[in-house]
């Protein structure tokens, strides 16, 4: 089967290669994968960035849905023809703190499918079944109302949905601040929308203008061109001096955070989803003065999937909408390259043919 390796962790070290159909144990699963996300993950290991993730050479692809097509004979909780999507796990210890309680993104021998293990950029995935017993909640169902597509990409909005609502704990009528207008930003927006927001306001430069529009359709009701702007004095004003509750940080550079301590009102909370691997060259003092906390955020758990998946299929979120583009697998270079100018918002990798977007 055709795949896209990540053959070293240099900068365009990736290629199509011919693959093996994976073998599965009586244990296991196999899935036959029908739609695939690009996720500006993918972008950075192909950039080079990120070299410690990687497990080389390996199947890139973690955002992927599809339909089991083989189960080992000992596997209970699922079965051939079942629509599936990975929360893109492929192996935790089962051992550690976080595993003992529930947070298996974080443990520390965990690999994640599509980087640490073989991914989604391909014809089949297997999940292993030593992982089934020790994370059950590591497979989802897909709803019959919910596409491939919107499943595939599950995981970006999740990710949104933990900053937000648990790990920022907003409250309806308080305000948030939104930096970054790509996928997480513009799903954190929608999500800051269902906890019913007063001031949702992002945050993005002049040359985001088109996704400001998306933002806006989204639920953002005040935009602020960061580049153009004064952005202190713009938070000020919206938020009549009060300053907003949270900040999402879904940019990444350390700017963002340098300023984010600033326009968050006292005892605010900052959730950074971004990376930066520069050095942070500021004094932390504002945070400890203005009682500031600042939230590492890493993916989704359980919950995220479950209640993201129920909003999905009560039609209270949009993924659709998010799709810009269908591409082959053999085109990937010219998706890489769209996502990487910003081009597009999301684009899902497929082989219906009837849906492929022209590329020219």
């Given at each position: 089967m055709?795949a896209l390796?990540?053959?070293?962790t240099g900068?365009r070290?990736t290629?199509?290669?011919e693959v093996?159909v ?6 296991d699963i ?5 739609a695939?996300g690009i ?14 993730h990687l497990?080389c ?14 189960a ?14 990975s929360?893109n796990?492929g192996y ?5 703190h976080a595993?003992s309680n529930?947070q298996?993104?974080?443990?520390p ?7 640490g293990?073989d991914?989604?950029f391909?014809?089949y995935?297997?999940?292993d079944?030593?992982?089934l ?6 497979l989802?169902a ?7 597509d919107e499943?595939a990409?599950?995981?970006p909005?999740c ?10 704990r ?15 930003g513009l799903f ?14 992002a945050?993005?430069l002049e ?6 529009k998306?933002a806006e359709?989204y ?8 580049d153009?702007?004064?952005?202190y004095e ?7 001096g009060?300053?907003a ?10 700017a963002?955070m340098r300023?984010?301590?600033?326009i ?6 900052i ?7 520069r050095p942070y ?12 906390s600042?939230?590492g ?5 359980y919950?995220?999937w ?6 999905l299929?009560?039609g209270?979120?949009?993924l659709?909408?998010?799709?810009s ?5 053999e085109?990937w270079?010219k998706g890489f390259?769209l996502?990487?100018s910003?081009?597009?918002?999301k684009?899902?990798?497929t082989?219906d043919?009837s849906v ?5």
């Open positions: 055709l390796v990540k053959y070293g900068p070290e290629e199509l290669r093996p994976p073998e599965i144990g009586d244990d196999l899935i036959e994968v029908k695939a996720c500006g993950s993918d972008i950075a290991y192909d950039n080079g960035d990120h070299p410690n497990n050479p390996v199947v890139l692809g973690h955002e992927f849905s599809g339909v089991i097509a083989k080992g004979k000992n596997v209970r909780d699922w079965k051939v023809g079942d629509r599936v999507v929360d796990t935790v210890c089962g051992k550690c595993c529930g298996f993104l974080s443990c021998d965990r690999k994640g499918l599509g980087y293990m991914g989604g391909t014809d995935v297997r999940i079944g030593e992982l017993a020790r994370n059950p909640n590591t989802f897909i709803p019959e109302t919910v596409s491939f499943a990409i599950l995981d909005i990710n949104a949905y933990k900053a937000v609502i648990q790990e920022g907003i409250l309806p009528g308080e305000d948030i601040i939104v930096y970054g207008v790509g996928p997480l954190a927006i929608q999500i800051a929308r269902l906890a019913g927001c007063a001031n949702i306001i945050i993005g040359a985001d203008e088109e996704r400001f998306i359709k639920g953002a009701n005040h935009i602020i061109k960061s153009k702007q004064d952005v713009e938070i000020k004003r919206i938020t009549k009060d300053m509750a949270v900040c999402i940080d879904a940019a990444g550079v350390n963002v300023q984010a301590v600033q968050v009102r006292t005892g605010g909370r959730v950074r989803i971004g990376y930066d691997k060259e500021q004094t932390l003092d504002p945070f400890t003065d203005r009682g500031v600042l939230i955020h890493f993916g989704y758990d919950n995220s479950k209640n993201v998946l129920r909003l299929e009560l209270k979120v949009d659709k909408g998010m799709i583009h269908h591409i082959r697998l085109d270079r390259d996502a990487r910003k081009k597009a918002i684009i899902i990798i082989k043919e492929l977007s022209p590329l020219e």
